[in-house]
């Protein structure tokens, strides 16, 4: 049997209860009966609604929404959650890059390895990117990658590099009261990472706010709702002029 954290251990005899009950209801009803050896106890799904992580099922249907109402030939995505790329391949092709790339098969989709500080692509040559929820753990050493204090600064300079004239970035990281978490990530304040876009401009910016009334997705919120955050998520849209 495996048991769950000992936290959970307190929902222990709720669980036993209930093995023994669908254990007498299996008998009488014909059906397989379970044994003790093969149980799994899982105390903590029986919750009134699920639960979700609010950061990263809004930002992914965020960019999701942003790549279908303007879907490109090809897409070039670094490091986002792989359950954005693997369903947002059904938009249009996508590559993706990492720095531990996965071995993710889907069709419509490529996968390949790169570092965020040094992007393997022209100047101003791909027309529609993104990378979201990645930068703030740049250069914190969280994934095998080197300490760099400015390595978050020297990936957004790479983003910013690479989008072609027209084209369009689609940008999500940690907003809020800026601080470091080391090593976990940093968080920003709406005016960092706009600086760090320079020659970019802003097309919109949406805001999942961080639970403290409530975790929701805003669509074109108000920048000035950032300073009222302690762990938001920023999503912008940055597009490099014609």
């Keep these: 049997m495996r048991f769950p954290a000992l936290s959970k251990f307190h929902r222990l005899p709720r669980f036993f209860a209930y093995f023994g009950a669908y254990r007498r209801a299996a008998v009488v009803g014909g059906a397989r009966v379970p044994k003790l050896r093969d149980a799994r106890a899982m105390v903590e799904d029986a919750t009134p609604r699920t639960g979700f992580d609010a950061q990263y099922i809004y930002h992914c249907g965020w960019t999701a929404r942003e790549l279908a109402r303007r879907p490109p030939e090809r897409h070039v995505d670094f490091s986002s959650a792989l359950w954005f790329v693997s369903i947002a391949s059904a938009i249009c092709h996508i590559d993706h890059y990492d720095y531990r790339p996965p071995a993710l098969e889907m069709p419509n989709v490529g996968v390949g390895a790169c570092d965020l500080q040094r992007l393997p692509f022209e100047d101003k040559s791909l027309a529609s990117i993104s990378c979201m929820h ?15 204090p400015l390595g978050d600064r020297k990936a957004m300079q790479e983003l910013s590099r690479v989008l072609a004239p027209g084209g369009t970035l689609l940008f999500a990281t940690p907003v809020g009261k800026p601080r470091t978490v080391f090593n976990a990530h940093r968080i920003y304040a709406y005016e960092e990472i706009t600086a760090a876009f320079p020659e970019l401009q802003v097309e919109s910016f949406a805001l999942v706010t961080d639970g403290k009334h409530g975790s929701k997705l805003i669509f074109d919120a108000d920048p000035a709702l950032v300073s009222e955050q302690k762990y938001g998520c920023g999503c912008w849209v940055f597009r490099r002029s014609d």
């Design 134 to 148: 990645v930068v703030e753990h740049i250069g914190l050493g969280r994934y095998g990658d080197a300490l760099d």
